[in-house]
């Protein structure tokens, strides 16, 4: 919340904004070993129809915000009717219509932000995968749909959406801004002098 006091970013709505997760990243195959070839580009046929059925109901582009360390290459390549992009994630949250997202913290920023959220799981990843997607959407309280559901009408989505957002404020309080007089940060350095000097 600190970010968004100190930047004072234009806030758009662009683009439908997807976080995407891989699933063969380092901290999931610990855990079950690596995703066949096979499983990988199912999952993306159906991330990628998911993806174009949103882009169609709401007539916006999209574009796929990907971790630092995520291979481009290969995002594009199961991709390769979005634009993918590194770097850039909280410069397009910002101009977000709507965002997207496995299982992402960056999606504290369009929390922040009171952007729509769809959180996504997919019949191709791990019971761990699925669980961990469910997390943030279970905690915040926006909603969760499989890749696999595309019978979407758009005033009931956007109802549901808008209704969701009304939500947030429950999570940004608790978790994320305790103080609208006081950055974080000052609250943190105040906290400290008041209890050790």
Do not use: W
Not at 111 to 137: P, Q, R
Not at 154 to 174: F, G, P
């Amino acid at each position: 919340s600190d970010i968004l006091k100190i930047e004072k970013k234009e806030i758009k709505e662009d683009y439908i904004v997807h976080l995407d997760a891989s699933l063969n990243y380092y901290h999931e195959t610990e855990l079950k070993g690596n995703v066949s070839e096979k499983i990988i580009q199912q999952h993306y046929f159906y991330l990628d129809k998911f993806l174009i059925n949103l882009s169609n109901i709401f007539n916006k582009e999209i574009i796929v915000c990907i971790h630092p360390r995520y291979n481009l290459e290969e995002h594009q390549k199961y991709l390769p009717n979005f634009k993918i992009i590194k770097f850039k994630t909280r410069e397009y949250v910002y101009k977000a219509f709507l965002v997207t997202t496995f299982d992402s913290s960056a999606v504290i920023d369009a929390v922040l932000l009171k952007k729509k959220i769809i959180g996504i799981t997919s019949d191709f990843m791990s019971k761990n995968e699925i669980e961990h997607s469910k997390a943030y959407s279970n905690l915040i309280g926006y909603m969760n749909l499989n890749t696999k559901e595309i019978n979407i009408e758009k005033q009931t989505m956007l109802k549901n959406l808008n209704d969701n957002i009304k939500i947030y404020d429950s999570y940004i309080n608790n978790f994320l801004h305790f103080d609208d007089n006081k950055l974080g940060i000052q609250k943190i350095i105040d906290t400290i002098k008041e209890r050790y000097f």
